[in-house]
């Protein structure tokens, strides 16, 4: 062996050593694993009440949250789908609530649930199944019966929508919800002299919500009277929307029935 050949192997013997206790040593310092990320759990009793009380963005993602968590809890469920619905994503909100009934299938509010949101998508005929099957499961909820009438109305089986009205009206005499429903499907046929009346005995029940009040305000003023439709809307909106919804009732006041149809969805008070 040559002089250099023997100095290459004996740095290399004395690096094998070196390579083998500095292994050892990061063998020691090195994490053993990674950290566990930290389990979600779900909110308790509290939190859930206070987001109850809150805006449909935030119950949105509060009760999405919760759903993912535990996809068992039908109450998470339900209300993330309620909560989809009012921010007008209606096919997720449908989605999620035929999601609850598959855990549940018995759960009556997702059936309503269901119907709501195809009804509100426009596309009534797929939640007529869910509130049937709702109706039976609970015959003396008024609930049902109304969004029954209403789907019943939008496939155009009216016959069925003012049976389901009345068995509603029923159940719950004067409910302001089901007078109102009955309404809008005067409105949407462009009958808004029949649906006036049925706006004020909605609006003289205790229950009466500011969109009921806006919906007489909109049947008063496509009727000509928009003195009286003025003032309503003067007491329950702010000036700049009063003023653009009064703009909207003067244009189309006295305007073909087919209009009549878009007239719903502009006075929500925003």
Request: no cysteine.
């Amino acid at each position: 062996m040559s002089r250099t050949t023997a100095r290459i192997a004996t740095i290399a013997l004395l690096a094998a050593p070196l390579a083998a206790f500095g292994g050892a040593a990061l063998a020691q310092t090195a994490p053993t694993a990674e950290p566990i990320a930290a389990t979600r759990t779900p909110a308790g009793a509290e939190a859930r009440a206070a987001y109850d009380r809150a805006d449909p963005l935030s119950r949105s993602v509060f009760w999405t949250e919760q759903a993912e968590i535990n996809p068992l809890d039908p109450v998470a469920g339900v209300k993330a789908a309620q909560a989809l619905r009012e921010l007008g994503q209606y096919d997720q909100a449908a989605d999620l609530a035929k999601r609850v009934l598959l855990v549940q299938p018995g759960n009556v509010e997702a059936m309503l649930e269901v119907g709501r949101s195809h009804i509100a998508r426009g596309h009534a005929f797929y939640g007529v199944a869910a509130l049937e099957r709702a109706r039976d499961a609970r015959p003396a909820d008024w609930r049902a019966w109304s969004l029954l009438g209403t789907a019943y109305e939008q496939v155009r089986r009216s016959q069925d929508a003012q049976a389901a009205w009345a068995q509603a009206l029923a159940l719950s005499p004067e409910n302001p919800d089901v007078l109102t429903n009955m309404a809008i499907s005067a409105m949407t046929r462009g009958d808004t002299v029949a649906a006036e009346p049925l706006l004020r005995r909605a609006v003289a029940q205790p229950g009466a919500s500011l969109k009921v009040r806006l919906n007489l305000a909109m049947a008063l003023g496509l009727n000509g009277k928009m003195g009286e439709a003025e003032a309503m809307m003067r007491r329950d909106l702010p000036p700049e929307a009063a003023d653009r919804n009064l703009a909207w009732l003067r244009a189309r006041a006295g305007s073909a029935a087919s209009d009549q149809a878009r007239t719903w969805g502009s006075l929500q008070g925003s």
